[in-house]
């Protein structure tokens, strides 16, 4: 279009060593003042694309456009570029950072200390100006990558999955300001995991293996699945075995958790089957309900998994007990004057799911770093399938397995490396390592992969193998943070498949995610926010808490969080 700020034209991509492209004729235009979503399952082009715009990479044909000129050669002082994977520079301070890239966009210094000043406002990084960049959260430096990307109001904006690992508070503050910037005439690039954000959008544009499959308004999409979608009222004991039986019945594309029922996506022209069919009883309500954006992505997709786990179907049942799974007692954690977690106390019982929510920084990922042995509390204690934290750390090590925020394995390592050498940490030796990590490439779909250095795979591979990876010795006890950050709907809901089938098994699951949905899955979760416990209960529980029992988990989030503020202002 003659108005649009950038354009692809018939767009392909190829790279050295790849049988298939990266983009096979892709097209799209940003137009000014409006947002458009770019969404797809990993490895389907979406930061390559985003790449070519930016002026970053050549396409072997087509065309891509900025301002009317080709991306390559254009005025790259008007383009707010925002990449996937941390670009900033991990050796200077927040503030540091920010000067650099006001330099290098050739923001006036007239105009720079409101600007700053802006920027650290919306993403709470006042506190914080100081602080090393390498030294923030995971969270806190997309943030500030945001804020860099930022710094000069651009008149194209190119966001690469600016969200992944960013709370729902700082998710739903980023949105809108982006929006801002929209409405004010900025063309708008949004790539996302996040599909409510991608329902938002002006318009979307999906991809899948290099190609276009959709691309207009999101409602339209959704429109076309607008009498295929049910709410099945459950009972809370027993709600992941009949999503199970849910998933692998033949009428049902898609289902997931949701309160005291189950939300499910009927296959086009089938009807929906019988409680008896899922395992409930007779005259159980089923109603039709809206659909959701996220639902047309994973029927355009050709449905989500089965509900059955190959990796639950392999692994032992670990023996039942009255004892509690986890427990953490008062545990505190202060650097210097800091503090990062602050008494925090729970206990979870075997074969149940408990959830860790809070915005980033809350304290979370100390709290689980003191239960794993990797951090020492400076108050409190914590024990791990009967293992206590302070006197037999070794122990409680080996009766878990840890998948970290950030993916933790070795970049410069192969994929079988990898999974040889978490086999002889975790004591596996000879056939018993061979059996564990053929079972691991089958189970995760590694098989491409081998010989590839981890680093170099997509975000969900990457994911899926540290998940094998934590799994191999099948541990009584899982801890999980942030799994789930940044891959695409599908692999999600590979990944809670396994989740609840191990818990069937009688694994116990701690977690942490900031995908609001998924914490439905959770037995049990608390809250933390400013390293303090704010609420604990049931999902269903914490929506009543927050004076939202009909809401979303997020919505019961956002409440919380801001009636914690409310007490702490009038205190």
């Known amino acids: 279009m003659a108005d649009a700020v950038a354009t692809a034209d ?49 396409p072997d044909a087509g065309a891509a456009t900025v301002f009317g000129r080709p991306a390559t050669d254009t005025d790259r002082s008007m383009i ?18 920010l000067r650099l890239y006001a330099d290098l966009r050739g923001l006036p210094r007239a105009e720079r200390a409101a600007n700053f000043d802006r920027l650290l406002a919306f993403t709470d990084l006042k506190r914080f100006t100081d602080r090393l960049a390498g030294k923030l959260s995971g969270g806190m430096k997309q943030k500030l990558g945001l804020a860099c990307a930022m710094v ?24 809108q300001i982006v929006r801002e910037l929209a409405g004010d005439g900025i063309g708008v690039l949004w790539s996302t995991a996040y599909l409510d954000e991608a329902e938002r959008c002006d318009t979307v544009t999906l991809l899948s293996e290099g190609k276009v499959l959709y691309d207009g308004a999101p409602q339209a999409l959704t429109d076309r699945i607008s009498d295929r979608v049910i709410r099945v009222a459950v009972p809370s004991q027993g709600r992941r075995a009949i999503l199970r039986h849910a998933l692998d019945d033949l009428a049902i594309a898609d289902g997931t958790v949701q309160g005291d029922a189950l939300r499910l996506m009927l296959k086009a022209d089938m009807p929906a089957p019988a409680p008896a069919a899922l395992g409930l009883a007779p005259g159980t309500a089923i109603a039709r309900i809206r659909p959701r954006f996220e639902d047309a992505f994973i029927d355009l997709l050709g449905g989500g998994p089965s509900g059955t786990s ?86 409680a090590r080996q009766s878990l397995g840890y998948m970290a925020q950030k993916f933790s394995l070795y970049g410069d390592l192969s994929v079988r ?155």
């Open 310 to 395: 190959q990796l639950a179907e392999h692994y032992r049942t670990i023996p039942d007990t009255d004892a509690p799974a986890i427990v953490a007692q008062g545990l505190t954690r202060h650097f210097g004057d800091f503090t990062a977690a602050d008494h925090v106390s729970f206990t979870v019982p075997r074969g149940q799911i408990f959830g860790l929510l809070g915005p980033n920084g809350a304290g979370k990922s100390t709290t689980f770093k003191m239960l794993c042995g990797l951090l020492t509390p400076s108050e409190g204690t914590g024990s791990v399938a009967g293992f206590d934290l302070r006197h037999a750390k070794a122990d």
């Open 152 to 175: 000069r109001a651009p008149k194209l904006l190119l966001l690469d999955e600016p969200a992944v690992g960013v709370d729902p508070v700082s998710r739903r503050e980023l949105w």
């Open 80 to 97: 707010g570029y925002m990449p996937q994977r941390f670009g900033l520079y991990e050796d200077l301070s927040v503030i540091e950072n």
């Open 417 to 571: 490396q990898n999974l040889n050498f978490f086999a002889g940490t975790y004591g596996l030796k000879n056939g018993e390592a061979r059996t564990a990590i053929e079972r691991a490439i089958e189970t995760f779909h590694l098989q491409r992969y081998l010989k590839a250095n981890a680093g170099t795979m997509p975000l969900g591979f990457k994911q899926r193998l540290a998940l094998a990876c934590a799994v191999l010795h099948q541990p009584p006890v899982l801890f999980l943070d942030e799994p789930t950050s940044g891959v695409d709907p599908l692999v999600r809901r590979e990944f809670w498949t396994h989740i609840n089938g191990l818990v069937e098994k009688g694994v116990t699951v701690l977690v942490t995610t900031h995908f609001m949905d998924e914490a439905e899955y959770c037995d049990r979760a608390t809250l933390i926010y400013r390293a303090r416990q704010i609420a604990t209960g049931t999902p269903d529980e914490l929506k009543a808490q927050a004076g939202k029992a009909d809401a979303t988990m997020e919505d019961a989030f956002i409440a919380l969080i801001e009636a914690s503020d409310l007490q702490r202002e009038a205190a």
């Open 10 to 58: 018939g767009v392909t991509k190829r790279f050295a060593g790849q049988d298939a492209a990266a983009l096979d004729g892709v097209s799209i235009s940003i137009e000014p003042g409006k947002m458009t979503g770019l969404v797809g399952p990993d490895g389907a082009g979406k930061t390559t694309l985003i790449r070519i715009l930016a002026g970053l990479i050549d």
